[in-house]
Each structure stands twice: as C-alpha cells, then as structure tokens.
C-alpha cells in the first residue's frame, strides 16, 4: 500500500491551514489570477473558476491520495479568508523527504503569513511524521520567495542552470515564458528553531500553543 499523509488541520496563532472544499473555489480563482502568481508559476492564465473547481475537487484530493504529497489551503484564523497554499510534493517515503511550493494572495502579503505556514507545516512533517528533508526551488528572481526560505532556516545548496519557467508580461499584455535558473534549498530537523513544538504521545501534534495539528479533521 502506497503512503499517504494524513487527512489534516495545522493551526499557528493567526492561521489554520487544512484541505480545500468548495467554498474556496472563488477565491482561489481570484487569488491565482494575481500578476505575481501568474509570473511565477505554471498556473492557466485566465484562471477560471472551471480551473479552480478542477484543482480543489480533483488535482488537490489526489496528491494527498496517490502519496505523492498534500495540498493545504492556508485561511486567517479570525476570518477565515483564503490566504494563500502550502504544496508538499514530490515525496519520497523510503527517504522521508519532500518538496514544499507555496504561494499567498495579493492582500495578504507583507504580514509573513507564507513564512508562518510553512514553518508551521516543517515542524509537522518533522515531528510528527518523521521526515528528514524538505527541499524546496525558487526562481532566480523571486526574492520574496527566497525571503521565506531563509525565514525558515533553510540552507542554500546550489543552483539549477535554466532549470525552470517563469512568465514575464510583455508590452501589449501578453505573458510570455521565458526560462530561468532556479535555487535549492533544503531543511532538516536540525535546522529548525527549537521552539515551537514536540510530537504528543498519541500521535498528534502539541506545540506549545504555537502549532497544533489534527489528523482526519473533517
């Protein structure tokens, strides 16, 4: 039987971060339809909301169920608002390692939401499901998503010459893909804070009122 990550909600101070349902569906298209996500990753452009009902009751459930990895929309606490997503993907079981892609909506930049979330979902993986490596790839120029990396403690490894595809607008509003080098990074356990959180003796996760986490919430 193929490994499969756990059915869950993290919650930080600000943040619960859980599976996507179907009330996410119009803002997630308004969210992927922002110019920054547009250029920096591969998402259709238009995004639909056809293509947002395609990724929450389909693309997004099957990462989780094929092992290959999870898919957790990221909302404010108080509101509940879609603040963005964490990926984990390209997971490797016999090695305990993954790849962690994220991204936030144009209103809630400059809070450090994409850093609590990831670091939230880090302690998680570590903690509670053992993993020993989290890797993660960021366009040459996508500083704020290098800003994130460090944030969390990870460790620069290298670079991937024209490794990747970014989109650059051109003069008459067209998006043009142009390629790029991409940066790793990784972390491992020893690279996190101590700080926020320890697994709990029934298999859950107990950090210290910083993080929390719950298996097959819904």
């Given at each position: 039987?193929?490994?499969?990550?756990?059915?869950?909600?993290?919650?930080?101070?600000?943040?619960?971060?859980?599976?996507?349902?179907?009330?996410?569906?119009?803002?997630?298209?308004?969210?992927?339809?922002?110019?920054?996500?547009?250029?920096?990753?591969?998402?259709?452009?238009?995004?639909?909301?056809?293509?947002?009902?395609?990724?929450?009751?389909?693309?997004?459930?099957?990462?989780?169920?094929?092992?290959?990895?999870?898919?957790?929309?990221?909302?404010?606490?108080?509101?509940?608002?879609?603040?963005?997503?964490?990926?984990?993907?390209?997971?490797?079981?016999?090695?305990?390692?993954?790849?962690?892609?994220?991204?936030?909506?144009a209103w809630a930049r400059g809070e450090g939401y994409a850093s609590e979330s990831v670091q939230a979902v880090c302690h998680w993986?570590?903690?509670?499901?053992?993993?020993?490596?989290?890797?993660?790839?960021?366009?040459?120029?996508?500083?704020?998503?290098?800003?994130?990396?460090?944030?969390?403690?990870?460790?620069?490894?290298?670079?991937?010459?024209n490794a990747g595809i970014v989109r650059s607008q051109t003069e008459d509003g067209r998006w043009a893909e142009i390629r790029t080098?991409?940066?790793?990074?990784?972390?491992?356990?020893?690279?996190?804070?101590e700080g926020p959180g320890q697994a709990s003796g029934d298999g859950g996760y107990d950090a210290h009122a910083d993080f929390s986490?719950?298996?097959?919430?819904?």
């Open positions: 039987m193929t490994p499969t990550f756990p059915d869950i909600s993290i919650s930080t101070e600000r943040l619960v971060l859980r599976a996507y349902e179907e009330a996410d569906i119009p803002a997630l298209a308004e969210m992927m339809n922002d110019e920054l996500i547009i250029a920096w990753t591969g998402v259709p452009q238009p995004y639909s909301q056809d293509d947002a009902r395609a990724f929450v009751t389909g693309t997004a459930p099957a990462e989780r169920e094929s092992g290959r990895g999870i898919v957790l929309a990221v909302t404010e606490f108080l509101t509940q608002r879609l603040v963005g997503t964490v990926h984990l993907h390209n997971t490797d079981w016999r090695i305990r390692g993954s790849e962690v892609g994220y991204l936030t909506a993986l570590f903690t509670d499901q053992r993993f020993e490596r989290l890797e993660l790839r960021t366009a040459a120029d996508n500083t704020a998503s290098q800003q994130v990396a460090q944030k969390i403690g990870c460790v620069s490894e290298g670079v991937l010459r080098d991409l940066l790793v990074w990784s972390v491992l356990p020893e690279d996190l804070d986490a719950y298996a097959d919430w819904r």
